[in-house]
T-cell receptor
Framework: EAQVTQNPRYLITVTGKKLTVTCSQN?????MSWYRQDPGLGLRQIYYSMNVEVTDKGDVPEGYKVSRKEKRNFPLILESPSPNQTSLYFCASSWDRNTEAFFGQGTRLTVV | KNQVEQSPQSLIILEGKNCTLQ??????????LRWYKQDTGRGPVSLTI?????NTKSNGRYTATLDADTKQSSLHITASQLSDSASYICVVSAGNNAGNMLTFGGGTRLMVKP
């Protein structure tokens, strides 16, 4: 089954404790991206990757890092999480930037 | 600045009724427009993608229209079902070379009541 898998689905952590949210897709897509979704603000892009070893900042990249060492995986790294990063995070993949995007099920992160 | 505005913000309809959701955009240059359905707490799921040359596109009971001249799109839901209760998000893709070219609307929250 074609899918984008994120882990964990739920995470509660403390300020400053490094964490990684994993994202994996099994569709051989080249384009992957991370979004956060906050009430009243809609979906905002954090980082995107157009191919292996090619990543770039989206609209709200501050406080986040990503890596794309292989095509199927695109982890999101929070080196020192802060409470304003409490949000619902989605990973998405597509063949390229112009085609249909498939979203993961989301990761609800709470930073206390 | 690229923007996508959706209306209404929320809508309540009775099961079996039709409804239409609106999307106005100011994205340039335009590449394509997408409608997504998002159930509460879950990832968005694509309903349709339309390019500049497409005026209408259907996916089951969902029909999207696009007027590139007025920069407006609508999503029409026919014979609504309880499972249609969700947020519907309009997303417009810019036709430049940047990878971060998606502009998201704030969504319309639809509730279908029995």
């Amino acid at each position: 089954e074609a899918q984008v898998t994120q882990n964990p689905r739920y995470l509660i952590t403390v300020t400053g404790k490094k964490l990684t949210v994993t994202c994996s897709q099994n569709m051989n897509h080249e384009y992957m991206s991370w979004y956060r979704q906050d009430p009243g603000l809609g979906l905002r892009q954090i980082y995107y990757s157009m191919n292996v070893e090619v990543t770039d900042k989206g609209d709200v990249p501050e406080g986040y890092k990503v890596s794309r060492k292989e095509k199927r995986n695109f982890p999101l790294i929070l080196e020192s999480p802060s409470p304003n990063q409490t949000s619902l995070y989605f990973c998405a993949s597509s063949w390229d930037r112009n085609t249909e995007a498939f979203f993961g099920q989301g990761t609800r992160l709470t930073v206390v | 600045k690229n923007q996508v505005e959706q209306s209404p913000q929320s809508l309540i309809i009775l099961e079996g009724k039709n409804c239409t959701l609106q999307c106005n955009y100011t994205v340039s240059p335009f590449s394509n427009l997408r409608w997504y359905k998002q159930d509460t707490g879950r990832g968005p799921v694509s309903l349709t993608i339309m390019t500049f040359s497409e005026n209408t596109k259907s996916n089951g009971r969902y029909t999207a229209t696009l007027d590139a001249d007025t920069k407006q799109s609508s999503l029409h839901i026919t014979a609504s079902q309880l499972s249609d209760s969700a947020s519907y998000i309009c997303v417009v893709s810019a036709g430049n070379n940047a990878g971060n070219m998606l502009t998201f609307g704030g969504g319309t929250r639809l509730m279908v009541k029995p």
